[in-house]
């Protein structure tokens, strides 16, 4: 492959000695769970999002779940999730008991629409997760306010937008509780799995807190069934070093953008990412849309360059939601974005000739024949 869809060769070089040395720290120090390194990268986060509240926890899916049992949300609740995302977003919902209801997105932005959220809104509704799918936030001003009217609360999935904003606030500050992702290929990633919630609320903060470490505040007392779902010693090192790049780093993706929206722009048949107004996007991943989406990968691959799909398979088609009975059709934008969307190469170290050569493949694509 000449292009690969991701390397994180750039980025481990630019930092092997910083990782080197917080790996020497942390194991020199004899202590690995729950100790300084996570106390430390806690208001480091919490710091960057400008957020009173920043727990470390064991990974994106487990933060969301954690989120929503802070809430109070189980057997019996409904929770809005959008219809396009990574299957976390509903797994986190019915590990809770509670029933995920899919609203569609927007067919521009591809994110969820606050008209559809309402319409899915019933008496059992608790609470409305937004994702900030491929990097972009939410419309998040028209969901909180749907969400007071209503009595709601809202949840971000933040797992994909880390430093996005909305009419300049940071996308995991807005909802009441938020959870994000620090997965390997996440615009902030560990070295393995690791996860964080982010709120502003001091009661909800130490649900989260007392859940995740098997519901005790005081070692070996235990005043709920918790979880053993902690950010390790390790992990929250990796991210100390880590976190300083996210910024630099979001630019860089948020130029790469930029250069195949230029190359790319004005191709019929190829629809490039379209912004909210008012919204940022950190681009976790760059997705166009084609109806020759497969002939599109194909030809690309045969060029050395690699590509995904985010996703093939819409959760309410997924094998595992199949006792919710849904069918083909019944979401068709989410649907319809499964069919057609295809993820391009993004990510620090990517250089400006790769992005070049990538939308003179695609430019040729569409002018054979
Ligand atoms: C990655 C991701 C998650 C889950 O994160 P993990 O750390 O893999 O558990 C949740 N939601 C979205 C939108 C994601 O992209």
Redesign the pocket.
Known sequence: MKIPFLSFEMSNNQLREEMTAAFSRVFESRWYVLGEEVKKFESKYAEFNKIKHCIGVS??????FLSLKALGIGAGDEVIVPSN??I??WL?VSYTGAIPVPAEPSRETMNIDVQEISSKITPLTKAIMP???YGQSCEMEGIMELADTHGLFVVE?N??AQGATCNGKLTGTMGHIN?T???PG?NLGALG???AVTTKDDFLAQKVRILGNYGSEKKYYNEVVGYNMRLDEMQAAFLQVKLNYLEEWNRERKKLAGLYTENLKNIPGLTLPQLAEGCTHVY?LYVVRTRDRDDLQQHLQLAGIGTLIHYPVPPHLQKAYSGFGFRKGDFPVAESIADTCLSLPVYPGLREEDVKYISEHIRNFYNRA
């Not at 990974?59 to 969301?64: E, I, K, P, Q, S």
Request: no cysteine.
């Open positions: 990974n994106g899916l487990d933060a969301l995302t990574y976390a977003s986190a994702v900030h799918l999935d797992a994909q959870a992702s620090f997965y996440k799995d690791a996860g976790h």
